[in-house]
C-alpha cells in the first residue's frame, strides 16, 4: 500500500510536484504520463526514498518516508525492484548470473559474498527466466543481447529480487515496436502472475492505455488526472501534453513535439535518455 497526503516533492528545497494526494492498493498497474520533465521520474524515484519529501505525509507499505532510520530505508528498498533505462546490467557475465543477482540482497551475507545460491534459488531463477523469455540465452554473455533482450533480463533481476513494487523508468522507449509490445506483455504477465504492482512512466501513451489499469497524467507541477483508461479523455490529454488548442492544428503537434525529448539528451541529469518517441502517438493527437 502506497500513501501519499499532501507531499511536495523537491531538489534542493525546490519543489518540482505540489500536494499530491495518492493512495495505491498491492497489484495495481499504474502508468505515469506526462510531458518530458513532467516530474515522472521525480514520482518513481520518490517511492524509494530517493526524493526530498518537502511537505506531507508519504507512505510506502509499513514505512513513513521523510522520516525514515537508514536500516528502514534499506529494508524497503530490498522490497522495491527498479528497472532503469541502462538496464545496468554486468555484461561480462551471463543471462542466469545477472538475473540470480537480484537474490543477492535476501541472502545471508556470507552465502551472497560467494555467491552460493541453493536449489530453491536456481530454480526460482530458472522460472524467472522463462517468464522473460530467455531460457535459449542463458549462458550468454549480457554484452552480446540485444536492447530488448537487456531489458528483459533487466526484469528477471529485479523480479528475483521478490519485491512487492517494480518500478520501471521508461522501460520501452529505446525499443523497437515489437520489442516494447514483449516487454509490456512480461510486466502484465508479472503484474497478474506475481501481483507485483507495476509502476511504470510511460511515453507511449497507446501502452499505458492498453496494459495499465490505471493512469496518472502529470502537469503543472501535480497530478492533473488520476483514473482509468476508460475516464482518460481528450481534455485530460491536451492538459497533460500543454495542447492549448482544442481544435489541435499543426502547429499545436510541433508545439508538443519541442516539448519532448526527442533523439535529444534529457534535460534530467540523472538519466542520459536519448529516446525516440512517435510524437503525434505520445501526445494522443
Ligand atoms: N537531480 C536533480 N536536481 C535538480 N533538479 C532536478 C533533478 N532531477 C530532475 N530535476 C528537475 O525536476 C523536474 C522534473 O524532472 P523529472 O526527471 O522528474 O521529469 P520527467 O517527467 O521524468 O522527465 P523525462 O520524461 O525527461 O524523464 C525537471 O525540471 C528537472 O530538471
Same mark, same amino acid.
Not at 23 to 47: C, D, N, P, R
Not at 64 to 93: A, H, M, P
Not at 119 to 130: P, V
Not at 180 to 200: E, F, W
Given at each position: ?39 515522472? +521520474? ?7 526514498? +530517493? ?49 540470480? +543477482? ?35 540465452? !542463458?549462458?550468454?554473455?549480457?554484452? !552480446?543481447? +540485444? ?25 520501452? !522507449? ?5 520489442? =516494447? ?51 482518460? =479523455?481528450? !481534455? ?50
Amino acid at each position: 500500500m502506497i500513501n501519499l497526503e499532501n507531499v511536495t516533492l523537491g531538489y534542493n528545497g525546490k519543489p518540482v510536484l505540489n500536494n499530491v494526494n495518492l493512495h495505491m492498493e498491492q497489484g495495481e498497474f499504474v502508468g505515469i504520463i506526462g510531458l518530458s520533465g513532467a516530474g515522472k +521520474s521525480t514520482l518513481l524515484m520518490s517511492l524509494i526514498g +530517493s526524493i526530498d519529501i518537502l511537505a506531507g505525509r508519504y507512505r510506502v507499505g509499513e514505512y513513513q518516508l521523510g522520516n525514515i532510520s537508514k536500516k528502514q530505508l534499506k529494508e524497503l528498498r530490498s522490497r522495491i525492484g527498479f528497472i532503469f533505462q541502462g538496464y545496468n546490467l554486468v555484461d561480462r557475465l551471463s543471462v542466469l548470473h545477472n538475473i540470480m +543477482s537480484g537474490m543477492l540482497g535476501r541472502m545471508p551475507l556470507p552465502r551472497a559474498l560467494v555467491k552460493c545460491y541453493d536449489r530453491d534459488s536456481l530454480a526460482r531463477g530458472y522460472e524467472y527466466m522463462q517468464t522473460v523469455d530467455l531460457v535459449d540465452v !542463458a549462458h550468454q554473455r549480457c554484452d !552480446a543481447l +540485444s536492447g530488448g533482450q537487456r531489458q528483459r533480463v533487466a526484469i528477471a533481476r529485479a523480479l528475483a529480487q521478490e519485491p512487492d513494487i517494480l518500478l520501471a523508468d521508461e522501460p520501452v !522507449a529505446a525499443l523497437d515496436p515489437r520489442s =516494447a509490445t514483449r516487454v509490456m506483455d512480461i510486466l502484465n504477465t508479472i503484474n497478474s502472475r506475481y501481483g507485483v504492482t507495476i509502476i511504470a512512466n510511460l511515453h507511449h501513451l497507446s501502452f499505458a492505455r492498453e496494459y495499465c489499469s490505471r493512469i496518472i497524467g502529470i502537469a503543472e507541477g501535480g497530478i492533473v488526472f488520476d483514473g482509468s483508461p476508460a475516464e482518460l =479523455a481528450q !481534455a485530460h490529454l491536451d492538459r497533460i501534453y500543454h495542447v492549448t488548442n482544442s481544435a489541435r492544428p499543426e502547429e499545436n503537434v510541433a508545439e508538443v513535439e519541442r516539448s519532448l525529448p526527442i533523439g535529444g539528451a534529457s534535460p534530467c541529469p540523472r538519466f542520459n535518455k536519448n529516446i525516440l518517441i512517435p510524437v503525434k502517438e505520445a501526445a494522443g493527437i
